[in-house]
């Protein structure tokens, strides 16, 4: 079915550094959403991005939503341990018969050394 | 708000027993809830999606005889893999999204099955 791209599926940073990812599609999306993952827990919203263009910040967490509404990325600036886990990406397709349905994309496994 | 309760967090039941699942929307309704799968260092898999009053639909591939979910009522949806085997053993998420409240949904925090 319909995936979305994410890349890079992991990254290994020294705290303090930042971060970016994104996710790409051929189709075009009216919502994106950013999750973090826990092992054993399930995602967590991070950011919500309803219109295209929009530029969105949760702490040290920055999102966009692409002008083209077929991608968007995911900053974390100044990485601390505890912002290890996998991000995903999800996305709402703009109509069709996946409508309402979430797409996800492969994930991100973020490890951050002290 | 938009919490979403998932009960059991971890299950373990022999091979060709049936278990439940519980997804509960705590202080929110939803008419509809969905249900995901999740392999070890992968992503989530969309199962099914549950709709309050009606029938399940289901993704291709998915065997609704195996995987049977009720959603009676606008805060609680279960999923009852029936049958189970070791194949069946995952990471089982459900997640709702508050009417109104635009698209941000909510994920339950996981059920993990292993079935021995």
């Known amino acids: 079915g319909q995936q979305l791209n994410q890349s890079p599926q992991s990254m290994f940073i020294q705290e303090g550094e930042d971060v970016s990812m994104n996710c790409t599609s051929s189709?075009?999306?009216?919502?994106w959403l950013w999750y973090k993952q826990d092992p054993g827990e399930g995602p967590v919203l991070l950011i919500a991005?309803?219109?295209?263009?929009e530029l969105t910040s949760n702490g040290r967490l920055t999102a966009q939503f692409g002008i083209t509404r077929k991608d968007s990325f995911l900053n974390i600036s100044a990485s601390i341990p505890s912002d290890v886990g996998i991000y995903f990406c999800?996305?709402?397709?703009?109509?069709?018969?996946?409508?309402?349905?979430?797409?996800f994309g492969q994930g991100t496994i973020l490890t951050v050394h002290p | 708000g938009a919490v979403v309760s998932q009960h059991p967090s971890w299950v373990i039941c022999k091979s060709g027993t049936s278990v439940k699942i519980e997804c509960r929307s705590l202080?929110?309704?939803?008419?509809?809830m969905f249900w995901y799968r999740q392999f070890p260092k992968q992503s989530l898999m969309l199962m099914a999606t549950?709709?309050?009053?009606?029938?399940?639909?289901?993704e291709q591939g998915v065997e609704k005889d195996k995987f049977l979910i009720n959603h009676a009522s606008l805060t609680l949806s279960t999923l009852t893999v029936t049958s189970a085997h070791p194949e069946d053993s995952s990471f089982y998420i459900c997640?709702?999204?508050?009417?109104?409240?635009?698209?941000?949904?909510?994920f339950g925090s996981g059920t993990r099955l292993t079935v021995v």
């Open positions: 997640s709702a999204s508050p009417v109104g409240r635009g698209n941000g949904y909510t």
């Open positions: 189709s075009i999306f009216n919502t």
């Open positions: 991005l309803y219109k295209a263009g």
């Open positions: 999800a996305g709402l397709l703009a109509g069709g018969t996946s409508y309402g349905k979430l797409t």
């Open positions: 202080d929110f309704q939803a008419t509809t």
């Open positions: 549950s709709n309050e009053g009606s029938k399940a639909t289901y």
